[in-house]
């Protein structure tokens, strides 16, 4: 089983490296003397934003969550508004609800169920009147 905290703390070492902070785009968020919005150190040793775990874009952490987020055993491929919403109570990154939407909208489960319930556009054909006699 994957062990979340542990590859957390590493994705978010190898993103506090110099050379990645820039990549990233937190450098503001992780330094300490800038007052607002800023990642805080929890007691297992990863970062956070009110309390939410910061997954920065190293060890694929994004695309395992957002995976087991969709495709869960209790949300059988939800919107990517109602990921969101589920996701954002426990997680963080930059562009996190962009990243959703991209996600779900290149599932394919999702496509063809919306593709089913979609009334088709083809042409309105006028029907033909019939003649009173």
Known sequence: ???????????????QKPE????????GMIRT???KERLELRVDGTLC?????????????RSVI???????????HPGSEKMYQDMKKLHWWP?????????VSKCLTCA?????????SGLLVQ???????
């Open 33 to 35: 003397d800038i007052p």
């Open 20 to 27: 990645n902070l820039k990549k990233e785009d937190v450098c």
């Open 112 to 120: 063809k169920v919306k593709a089913k319930h979609q009334r088709s």
């Open 1 to 15: 089983s994957l062990n979340l905290p542990k590859h957390i703390l590493e994705a978010q070492i190898e993103a």
């Open 95 to 103: 562009n996190m609800k962009a990243d959703i939407a991209t996600y």
């Open 66 to 76: 957002m995976h087991e987020s969709h495709k869960s055993k209790y949300y059988i």
């Open 127 to 133: 029907p033909a009147i019939p003649v009173w006699k």
């Open 49 to 61: 934003l009110n309390g939410r775990s910061w997954l920065p874009c190293y060890g694929d952490l």
